[in-house]
Structure formats: structure tokens, C-alpha cells
């Protein structure tokens, strides 16, 4: 709705354009996006057995489990005499994983030929944050009685993208454009935390014990990313607003990426994820 009057209004004074009024040489771009990331990977994060970072291995753990034990029945979440210690914590249901709206940062450079065609190198950054509830179970079977404490799990990831693209530009209008844009993707995942909220409390359960459970007196080792690299491809339409040294694009991109954690395999890693972004393109740019 947006779009249709600047078509409208540019479409009366359009004269059929050159190729070479087309962008050449060697351009560079910053882009600011919503990422739409598939439930799919957020999965990992749930803290459910099989899972790197289990949160049954902190419940349990003589560490902590006493310490969150006594915390819920202070606060009246669970009777003694129904859960009678951190060992009898148990999880009726787990975690449904889902990535929260996330922003998408970048910047690019653009090599661009005569008849609209080019070539984009882009490196973007998103941080992305996977949140759920699992229910821990009170012990009670009363009818009618509140059953469950509910808790929260979430986990945050650090994601650098690197997109190459080879792309194409079309003249709508003498001001208007809009462009296409098909390419490879390299992606690096850092996973920067995993933890569990109980009783209004946070516990990280991101496995620093090399699969221990944490007892009293126990070292940690150091944290090795449980993030990698993957690999995938996208597809982006833009449309553009031009000038005679700049554009402004308003646009919409679809990923089907590889996602690495351990544990995953490739049929696990694959998935779609959705880019809205709005790009701000420099012509005519030389490094010299």
C-alpha cells in the first residue's frame, strides 16, 4: 500500500531507461533487519535428557539441587512431605523451544555491471535468544490442586553470517527498482548461555563440568563453544528507491541454513528462517 503511489506517481514521467543508467563498480551497503529463526534448532536449548546441557544434571546435583529445594519450599511452591528432596525433582513436561524476534545487523559491498547484474558480498551478526517453560512436578495428585512449579529456560546464541550472492536489478520507474538476489551462505554459531529460572532464581546449566553433575568442591573446565559452522542458501527481493548516488532498499529475504550444535545431524541442522530488512546502498564508493 505503501509502494503503489510512488509507482503511481513515478510511473508518469517514466522513460524507458539505458543499461547504463544501471549502478557500476563497486558499492557498499548497511542493512538493519528482523530475524525470523525456525523453533527447530531453538530445541537445543530445552535442557531435556539427551540434550549437551541437561537440566537434570544441576536439579540433581548436590550443589545446587539443595539450594533450589529449599528455596521452593520456602516459598511454599512445594511441600516437603511431597517432594522430600532435590532427588525426587522430577519434570512432567518439557520445554517448547522458540526463538524470539531478533535484530540483524550488516554491512556489504556490491560489484555491479553495466546490465543490472552484480555480485554482493554481505557479513551480517544477530544475537538470538530461545525461550520456554517445563513444568516441575509438586508431587500432589489432589484433583482440583495446582500440580506443577513453572519454570523458565532459555538460551542465547551469537550468530556471524557471510552471504554471497549473485544478484540482479530491474527499472520499474525512472526512481523505482527492485532487485533479486540468489546466494551461499556461511554461518558461525556461538552459544553464549543456557540456563533455567526456578523459584525466581537463575541457575546456568550450560555443561562446564565435562558431564558431571556439580557436587561441592567440584572444578569446572573451560567452556568449549558448543556452537559451529554451517553452511546453506537464500534468496532476497528487495525494492529499491533510487538516486543518482544512493538507494534505499525495503526487503525480504528467505535462508535455508545449516545450524550447528552437537549432537545434531544434518537432517537436525537444516531449516528456514525469515530476514526483513531495510538496506541503504552507497554508488560510486572508492576505497581510494
Known amino acids: 500500500m505503501l509502494v503503489l503511489p510512488l509507482l ?3 510511473a508518469q514521467g517514466y522513460r524507458k531507461q539505458k543499461t547504463d543508467d544501471f549502478p557500476t563498480g563497486l558499492s557498499v551497503s548497511i542493512d538493519a533487519g528482523l530475524l525470523m529463526a525456525d523453533k527447530k534448532q531453538a530445541a537445543f ?3 531435556s535428557p539427551g540434550t549437551p546441557n541437561e537440566l ?6 548436590e550443589q545446587y539441587g539443595n539450594q533450589i529445594w529449599t528455596d521452593l519450599v520456602n ?3 512445594i511441600s516437603p512431605s511431597s517432594v522430600q528432596s532435590y532427588r525426587e525433582f522430577k519434570v512432567d513436561e518439557w520445554a517448547t523451544m522458540d526463538y524470539k524476534l531478533a535484530y540483524q545487523l550488516g554491512v556489504a ?4 555491471y553495466a546490465h543490472g547484474w552484480g555480485w554482493r558480498l554481505g557479513f551480517d551478526f544477530a544475537q538470538l535468544n530461545a525461550t520456554g517453560q517445563f513444568f516441575l512436578s509438586k508431587g500432589v495428585q489432589n484433583p482440583g490442586v495446582d500440580q506443577y512449579v513453572v519454570c523458565g ?9 557471510i552471504d554471497l550472492a549473485l544478484t540482479k536489478r530491474f527499472n520499474l520507474t525512472k526512481r523505482v527498482g527492485m532487485e533479486v538476489d540468489l546466494g551461499f551462505d556461511l554461518n558461525n554459531t556461538k552459544v553464549a548461555k543456557n540456563a533455567i529460572v526456578v523459584g525466581g532464581k537463575e541457575y546456568s546449566i550450560l555443561d ?3 558431564g558431571q553433575s556439580p557436587y561441592q568442591g567440584i572444578g569446572t573446565y573451560e567452556y568449549m563453544n558448543q556452537g559451529g559452522i554451517g553452511i546453506g542458501g537464500f534468496g532476497a527481493l528487495m525494492l529499491s528507491y533510487q538516486m543518482d548516488n544512493y538507494s534505499i532498499d525495503l526487503g525480504y529475504t528467505c535462508y535455508y541454513v545449516q545450524t550447528r550444535f552437537p549432537g545434531y545431524n544434518d537432517s537436525d541442522a537444516y531449516a528456514l528462517q525469515h530476514l526483513v530488512s531495510l538496506r541503504f546502498n552507497l554508488y560510486k564508493f572508492s576505497f581510494l
Not at 56 to 61: A, E, I, K, N, P
Not at 109 to 112: A, D, E, L, N, S
Open 208 to 210: 562446564v563440568w565435562g
Open 153 to 161: 529456560v532459555y538460551g542465547t546464541e551469537k550468530r556471524i553470517l
Open 8 to 10: 503511481s506517481a513515478e
Open 45 to 47: 536449548y530445552s535442557g
Open 56 to 61: 537434570y544434571r544441576v536439579l540433581h546435583s
Open 75 to 77: 516459598q511454599g511452591l
Open 109 to 112: 559491498i556490491r560489484y555491479g
